[in-house]
T-cell receptor
Framework: ETGVTQTPRHLVMGMTNKKSLKCEQH?????MYWYKQSAKKPLELMFV???????ENNSVPSRFSPECPNSSHLFLHLHTLQPEDSALYLC???????????????FGEGSRLTVL | GENVEQHPSTLSVQEGDSAVIKCTYS??????FPWYKQELGKRPQLIID?????GEKKDQRRAVTLNKTAKHFSLHITETQPEDSAVYFC???????????FGSGTRLQVQP
């Protein structure tokens, strides 16, 4: 058990729906991340939070809206998504930002999103 | 920003053979190079990493090498076993960076 849990594990939604992905880390880490994993593509960084403050938004469309209410929880709010947004969304945490600390990311098991 | 390229995209070897996965990076300021393993349906997990102050690091059957001049690094797995079958991702980062930049992954299949 890595200490990073994501819910739901699977989500199917229509293009007009609004849903949210949740991530919780039990490791006492200060940094949290959202990555998108599509077939045959690199893990794409979406958002980075450090101590609940967003420090990076990697040119992500506004239909993805992150929220970090505290250092243990991270959400990704989804609305009016497109079929090409179907992917595995991975949450990760690290003790500090990668460039500051040891660098190791602890991933959750991901939320598999299908947009119809 | 940083760009990491990874080759090959797929690799099939016989059990007991060696496997080598190669990555190149673009930013000469990068100084941290981890490797993650993702088994089917599982989360990526760190298996080994190297920092730019060393040229090689070994951990049992795995070794990573780094050539800073050429800006490339490699993962070597010796005496492969079926449980080595997975997707392997290389990544790079550096001081002042906020996150890792990942390569596109290599699907390794070890045939028994």
């Amino acid at each position: 058990e890595t200490g990073v849990t994501q819910t739901p594990r699977h989500l199917v939604m229509g293009m007009t729906n609004k849903k949210s992905l949740k991530c919780e880390q039990h490791l006492g880490h200060n940094a949290m991340y959202w990555y998108k994993q599509s077939a045959k593509k690199p893990l794409e960084l979406m958002f980075v939070y450090s101590l609940e403050e967003r420090v990076e938004n990697n040119s992500v469309p506004s239909r993805f809206s992150p929220e970090c209410p505290n250092s243990s929880h991270l959400f990704l709010h989804l609305h009016t998504l497109q079929p090409e947004d179907s992917a595995l969304y991975l949450c990760a945490s690290s003790q500090d930002l990668v460039g500051v600390g040891t660098g190791e990311l602890f991933f959750g098991e991901g939320s598999r999103l299908t947009v119809l | 920003g940083e760009n990491v390229e990874q080759h090959p995209s797929t690799l099939s070897v016989q059990e007991g053979d060696s496997a080598v996965i190669k990555c190149t990076y673009s930013d000469s300021a990068s100084n941290y190079f981890p490797w993650y393993k993702q088994e089917l349906g599982k989360r990526p997990q760190l298996i080994i990493d190297i920092r730019s102050n060393v040229g090689e690091k070994k951990d049992q059957r795995r070794a990573v090498t780094l050539n800073k001049t050429a800006k490339h690094f490699s993962l070597h797995i010796t005496e492969t076993q079926p449980e080595d079958s997975a997707v392997y991702f290389c990544a790079a980062s550096g001081t002042g960076r906020r996150a890792l930049t990942f390569g596109s992954g290599t699907r390794l299949q070890v045939q028994p």
